[in-house]
């Protein structure tokens, strides 16, 4: 009964995963999705997932999450970025190019999103290998 969300690049070569939390509710995140679905269809720079809120809400325990669209960007299984952005999917191939440059600042994942962060990671684990 568990929903799964909507992986928008089945099979990257990447080891990044953008994870765009969103709700169908928000006209700003509904414009962005289509933005956000091409990239994912055009690049193969990361796998890209749509994690709504609310229907993907058993992913995300009691996280709150206050702004949208928030990324959640992996590299492997580590949050290496946590937080709202514009939605531009400018943004996102910014991000994914500091990160490969930099790495992520010290703890991008707040404290008290840790967990739901860990239990976004575990599911899309579980997901990729048996989903």
Do not use: K
């Not at 749509?50 to 702004?67: F, Q």
């Not at 992996?74 to 500091?98: I, K, Q, S």
Request: charged letters at 30%; aromatic letters at 6%; hydrophobic letters at 35%.
């Amino acid at each position: 009964n568990s929903r799964m969300p909507e992986r928008l690049s089945p099979n990257p070569a990447s080891s990044w995963t953008v994870i765009c939390l969103c709700a169908d509710w928000c006209g700003t995140c509904r414009d962005y999705r289509r933005a956000f679905e091409q990239r994912a269809r055009e690049r193969e720079d990361a796998a890209h997932v749509w994690l709504d809120i609310e229907d993907d809400s058993e992913w995300l325990g009691d996280m709150d999450v206050e702004t949208l669209p928030t990324l959640l960007v992996l590299h492997e299984d580590r949050p290496m970025f946590f937080g709202p952005v514009l939605p531009h999917v400018e943004v996102v191939d910014r991000t994914l190019r500091a990160l490969g440059q930099h790495g992520p600042v010290a703890e991008p994942v707040p404290h008290e999103h840790r967990d739901a962060v860990a239990r976004i990671v575990e599911q899309l684990r579980g997901q990729a290998g048996g989903g």
